[in-house]
């Protein structure tokens, strides 16, 4: 019987396996999926090269930023042309994003006088501001080099992890607590089990025999990769496209596969709303997509479309709410790891992070 049992195997949910582990702690890590790495893994479409699964923007934390480089071992790079939004066809920096959520956070909980909050402030790194851009980084070769680190942690740490198995339901008994998978098989735990914010289980039972069963947020993040024959006019690396009905966010990719593409063709990721996606064809995307592309002088006019594919990731998002219920009611034998966001999520652990560097 393993002491901890960790719910996911994303980069997060693999160091806090090896931080429990460095504690003295026996621990599994479970997953659905067949491949480790969550949400940070590869998709190879035939005659397209590997590479990430969709278009990923890390926040901006430098401390954060450093802490990365040297444990995982890999290179960040600054972003040649920083994130952008697009919004009525003018390119704002994307810390501007960043600048009116603080804003709105501080207002609304000044209004709901939570002046915890507001002590808070100076420790929380999405609430900043910034006067000029800042230098956002991102590994060289995106998701490809998180992906290529997370295995070989798991193999130099020999992690020991349960794939393609979805844990359905949650028992917490007296003395830790039993996972049954889909198929019925049961897996026991002694002491803790960690869950992050995108874990889904159908339902929790407590010692006291009462039941909860969450209710999750699903969304579908969808992705169409292009091979597209031309040159690019204006550099960008993310561009977040507000008021688009289409289009939700697109990224060059290039640069992640040099040396695998002929010259002359780019590698673009554009994230598609599901609405749009369900109700036209792939000639319409490639064609909105391109016809986009060359509206916001992205590419030059003469640029085709060689190639396209596409891949829907499905991910459940649990309430803020669930997250205590949930503690309380196992008795703090279920955890949470907060995990939405790559940068801020381990901001969040550095304090307990720093000691795996010694």
């Given at each position: 019987?393993?002491?901890?049992?960790?719910?996911?195997?994303?980069?997060?949910?693999?160091?806090e396996?090896?931080?429990?582990?460095?504690?003295?702690k026996s621990?599994?890590?479970?997953?659905?999926?067949?491949?480790?790495?969550?949400?940070?893994v590869?998709?190879?479409?035939?005659?397209?090269?590997?590479v990430?699964?969709?278009?990923?923007?890390?926040?901006?934390?430098?401390?954060?930023?450093?802490?990365?480089?040297?444990?995982?071992?890999?290179?960040?790079?600054?972003?040649?042309?920083q994130?952008?939004?697009?919004?009525?066809?003018?390119?704002?920096?994307?810390?501007?994003?960043?600048?009116?959520?603080?804003?709105?956070?501080?207002?609304?909980?000044?209004?709901?006088?939570?002046?915890?909050?507001?002590?808070?402030?100076?420790?929380?790194?999405?609430?900043?501001?910034?006067?000029?851009?800042?230098?956002?980084?991102?590994?060289?070769?995106?998701?490809?080099?998180?992906?290529?680190n997370?295995?070989?942690?798991?193999?130099?740490?020999?992690?020991?992890?349960?794939?393609?198995?979805?844990?359905?339901?949650?028992?917490?008994?007296?003395?830790?607590?039993?996972?049954?998978l889909?198929?019925?098989?049961?897996?026991?735990?002694?002491e803790?089990?960690?869950?992050?914010?995108?874990?889904?289980?159908?339902?929790?039972?407590?010692?006291?025999?009462?039941?909860?069963?969450?209710?999750?947020?699903?969304?579908?993040?969808?992705?169409?990769?292009?091979?597209?024959?031309?040159?690019?006019?204006?550099?960008?690396?993310?561009?977040?496209?507000?008021?688009?009905?289409?289009?939700?966010?697109?990224?060059?990719?290039?640069?992640?596969?040099?040396?695998?593409?002929?010259?002359?063709?780019?590698?673009i990721?554009?994230?598609?709303?599901?609405?749009?996606?369900?109700s036209?064809?792939?000639?319409?995307?490639e064609?909105?997509?391109?016809s986009?592309?060359?509206?916001?002088?992205?590419?030059?006019?003469d640029?085709?479309?060689?190639?396209?594919d596409?891949?829907?990731?499905?991910?459940f998002?649990?309430?803020s709410?669930a997250?205590?219920?949930?503690?309380?009611?196992?008795?703090?034998?279920?955890r949470?790891?907060?995990?939405?966001d790559?940068?801020?999520?381990f901001?969040?652990?550095?304090?307990?992070?720093?000691?795996?560097?010694?």
């Amino acid at each position: 019987m393993h002491q901890v049992i960790i719910i996911g195997t994303s980069p997060l949910a693999i160091v806090e396996s090896i931080y429990l582990r460095k504690k003295g702690k026996s621990i599994l890590n479970i997953d659905d999926k067949k491949v480790p790495g969550g949400a940070w893994v590869t998709v190879k479409y035939p005659d397209i090269p590997e590479v990430e699964i969709g278009c990923h923007v890390w926040s901006y934390n430098r401390k954060t930023y450093d802490w990365l480089e040297e444990f995982f071992q890999m290179n960040l790079g600054v972003h040649e042309s920083q994130p952008k939004i697009i919004y009525k066809n003018k390119f704002i920096p994307y810390d501007l994003k960043a600048n009116v959520l603080s804003v709105k956070a501080i207002i609304q909980n000044s209004l709901k006088f939570n002046f915890e909050f507001l002590k808070s402030i100076r420790s929380k790194p999405d609430i900043r501001f910034s006067l000029l851009p800042a230098k956002y980084k991102y590994p060289i070769k995106g998701a490809k080099d998180i992906h290529f680190n997370v295995k070989r942690l798991i193999e130099k740490n020999q992690l020991e992890l349960l794939m393609d198995n979805l844990v359905e339901v949650v028992k917490v008994v007296k003395n830790g607590g039993q996972l049954i998978l889909e198929g019925g098989k049961v897996v026991p735990f002694c002491e803790e089990l960690v869950l992050t914010s995108l874990s889904r289980i159908k339902r929790f039972e407590f010692e006291d025999g009462s039941s909860y069963a969450p209710t999750y947020r699903e969304v579908n993040y969808i992705h169409r990769h292009l091979i597209i024959k031309g040159n690019i006019r204006k550099r960008f690396s993310y561009l977040r496209l507000m008021n688009d009905k289409v289009i939700h966010r697109i990224s060059d990719m290039t640069s992640q596969v040099k040396g695998e593409l002929p010259d002359g063709q780019l590698l673009i990721c554009v994230g598609l709303f599901e609405e749009s996606y369900n109700s036209m064809s792939e000639r319409e995307q490639e064609d909105y997509i391109l016809s986009n592309m060359k509206q916001h002088k992205l590419v030059s006019p003469d640029a085709t479309v060689l190639n396209s594919d596409s891949n829907v990731f499905p991910s459940f998002y649990t309430p803020s709410k669930a997250f205590e219920e949930i503690t309380r009611r196992s008795n703090s034998k279920i955890r949470f790891l907060r995990s939405t966001d790559f940068v801020y999520s381990f901001y969040n652990q550095l304090q307990r992070y720093s000691s795996l560097l010694d």
